[in-house]
T-cell receptor, first 115, second 109 residues
Framework: DTGVSQNPRHKITKRGQNVTFRCDPISEHNRLYWYRQTLGQGPEFLTYFQNEAQLEKSRLLSDRFSAERPKGSFSTLEIQRTEQGDSAMYLC?????????????FGPGTRLTVL | DAKTTQPTSMDCAEGRAANLPCNHSTISGNEYVYWYRQIHSQGPQYIIHGLKNNETNEMASLIITEDRKSSTLILPHATLRDTAVYYCIVTSGNTPLVFGKGTRLSVIA
């Protein structure tokens, strides 16, 4: 499968715990995006990378959220001291900037439940 | 905030054309209209995009008004598998997408 993959698909954690999600983009895609989606809403942009450089992080919801893409390939999104309000679907997408149009390929998402 | 306005929901009979409208009255000259859809429990999927001309691909057609303030996505022969939330997005270049709530399309047998 050459699509975007995300792991784990589901994560249940207790309030106060730290969680980390992984995204593997399509090979050779230099842009990688993280979005969050809550029930009944469209995806909400969080942060994105071009290769290993994080281009925008002001939309991360709080300083408990951080993301990295150390070698310009896979990326991780970490949430520290989780809260119940962090329960959501976390989506990753990748794209190729050499293509003139903005087609982003999304993964299946990681569903986080904070108890 | 999203720069588009879409109806909350629509129904369409299987085999008929589904016409999904979108208003984007504040669109800028360098911004494209993109459509994505999200089938339940999956990530969004790109459908089609356009600047000012009508576009067609294997999935759908996109009709953009001459003043570019609105557009319509057309699924020519809707099937049950087209049931999804459809998002109309205005954007330029390779930038983060700003999603609204979209239109929930229900295709009915």
């Amino acid at each position: 499968d050459t699509g975007v993959s995300q792991n784990p698909r589901h994560k249940i954690t207790k309030r106060g715990q730290n969680v980390t999600f992984r995204c593997d983009p399509i090979s050779e895609h230099n842009r990688l995006y993280w979005y969050r989606q809550t029930l009944g809403q469209g995806p909400e942009f969080l942060t994105y990378f071009q290769n290993e450089a994080q281009l925008e992080k002001s939309r991360l919801l709080s300083d408990r959220f951080s993301a990295e893409r150390p070698k310009g390939s896979f990326s991780t999104l970490e949430i520290q001291r989780t809260e119940q309000g962090d329960s959501a679907m976390y989506l990753c997408a990748s794209s190729l900037t050499q293509v003139e149009y903005n087609e982003q390929f999304f993964g299946p998402g990681t569903r986080l439940t904070v108890l | 905030d999203a720069k588009t306005t879409q109806p909350t929901s629509m129904d369409c009979a299987e085999g008929r054309a589904a016409n999904l409208p979108c208003n984007h009255s504040t669109i800028s000259g360098n911004e494209y209209v993109y459509w994505y859809r999200q089938i339940h429990s999956q990530g969004p999927q790109y459908i089609i995009h356009g600047l000012k001309n009508n576009e067609t691909n294997e999935m759908a057609s996109l009709i953009i008004t001459e003043d570019r303030k609105s557009s319509t996505l057309i699924l020519p022969h809707a099937t049950l598998r087209d049931t999804a939330v459809y998002y109309c997005i205005v954007t330029s270049g390779n930038t983060p997408l700003v999603f609204g709530k979209g239109t929930r399309l229900s295709v009915i047998a």
